[in-house]
């Protein structure tokens, strides 16, 4: 199955991997990103939060042909890059090189992805790594406070959790149970492979055939995403820890990236919280001064998302800073935007959308990252058209299916 859309070039593999090629002919530079899908926190027993990124830091230690050296080595010997990182949604391998030396940088990172020996000493170190992060968020307010949000959000959700895990259960993980993840996630038709740079899509099967092409897939069904029911509800929670500013941050349930309010919600986090001109920062920094930091966020997600607002203020601001951060929510329910914001607000976005394409490494990100979702490359062209499609009308329903104070959760860190 081949499918054309500009530049890009699409097919499926006979072991089912997925290859995206954006052929970029101008530049000697070829970026590679490999996704995993059904991968990352989304599939992580919760008694077992953090396993892949405990794995994504120890598959770069040892293969069975090279040692942690070796790797470092091999990759330093190209002036190459190569990364491995884990998300809530996706497993990933990051690549960039020179046109000449893609296929060995390729052929290392299909051998990490495939062939990880897991040295036992190389666990224990990036066990006790994690470790140290997870104690340094607890010293960071803001951090302290998302994780709480977090948890009321979500409860015992694998999205409650930090993509980290926790003490305990990265304590509690042993080499068997990367192995297992291993074997079982890591599968052909589970692969996204999307390369952008001086190739053509001829040439990058013939590269991957070489490399994966061997690689069988399992008769076993892949792994599905597990119904968590989730029952939104208000609750508030407060956390005293001695800082020179308080974090206030307000959260709602919100839709996945499937969902048809998805585009009218980026617009929304785009018109509070995106930028010096957001709502946000005018009206609680600019004209108010109650805000050290204010800003909003709604990250897109495979499962349910969450749609936050936040400030950092002033111990003495809390009370009439968390009514500040409130109010503006709730306007969005009770006044429209006026014709000018919507369409301001729609600029920005798509303005920033397109600035977000300009190298290769953005270009296989994104268009990987679409596939891996499960949207298709097609969704670059379809997102822009669906913020243009949003009407003021749109943007009020929204606010008042999801920013209902019944849903709300705040969780607030300071004095």
Not at 53 to 64: D, E, I, R
Not at 264 to 278: D, I
Not at 375 to 382: K, M, R, S
Request: proline share 4%; aromatic share 10%; with cysteine.
């Amino acid at each position: 199955m081949k499918q054309n859309q500009k530049h890009i070039q699409k097919t499926t593999l006979n072991n089912g991997i997925t290859l995206i090629v954006t052929e970029n002919p101008t530049t000697e530079i070829i970026a590679g990103k490999i996704f995993l899908r059904h991968a990352g926190s989304l599939w992580e027993s919760t008694h077992q939060a953090g396993v892949f990124h405990l794995l994504a830091s120890v598959m770069s230690k040892g293969t069975n042909k090279l040692s942690s050296l070796e790797i470092a080595e091999k990759v330093e010997s190209m002036g190459a890059l190569l990364s491995i990182d884990t998300s809530s949604d996706y497993f990933l391998v990051s690549m960039k090189t020179i046109t000449d030396d893609f296929t060995e940088i390729f052929n290392l990172a299909a051998e990490i992805l495939r062939f990880p020996s897991f040295p036992e000493k190389e666990i224990e170190l990036e066990k006790k790594i994690t470790l140290q992060n997870l104690l340094s968020q607890k010293e960071q307010p803001f951090n302290v406070a998302f994780s709480q949000l977090r948890e009321m959000i979500y409860g015992q959700h694998p999205y409650s959790f930090s993509t980290l895990g926790t003490e305990k259960t990265i304590q509690d993980l042993t080499i068997a149970d990367l192995k297992y993840y291993h074997e079982k996630h890591f599968r052909p038709d589970n692969l996204i492979i999307s390369l952008a740079g001086k190739i053509n899509l001829d040439q990058a099967i013939s590269m991957v055939e070489k490399t994966f092409g061997d690689w069988k897939t399992s008769s076993t069904p892949t792994t599905e995403i597990n119904p968590y029911p989730l029952y939104p509800q208000s609750s508030y929670k407060k956390i005293e820890q001695s800082n020179q500013q308080t974090i206030i941050m307000m959260g709602y349930l919100a839709p996945e990236m499937k969902h048809p309010d998805y585009a009218t919600l980026k617009l929304l986090t785009t018109y509070l919280g995106n930028g010096l001109s957001s709502r946000l920062f005018v009206e609680l920094r600019e004209k108010r001064g109650l805000a050290y930091d204010v800003s909003s966020f709604y990250p897109t997600r495979l499962d349910k998302s969450q749609f936050v607002v936040y400030m950092g203020t002033s111990p003495d601001n809390t009370e009439i800073g968390k009514e500040g951060l409130y109010n503006e929510v709730k306007r969005l329910r009770e006044e429209k935007l006026s014709l000018e914001e919507l369409k301001t607000t729609k600029n920005k976005l798509l303005g920033q959308y397109a600035l977000g394409k300009q190298t290769n490494g953005e270009f296989a990100q994104i268009f990987g990252w679409y596939e891996t979702l499960g949207l298709g490359v097609e969704y670059d062209t379809i997102f822009p058209q669906q913020i243009t499609n949003v009407t003021l009308e749109d943007i009020q329903r929204v606010a008042n299916d999801y920013f209902q104070d019944d849903f709300l959760c705040t969780s607030i860190v300071g004095d």
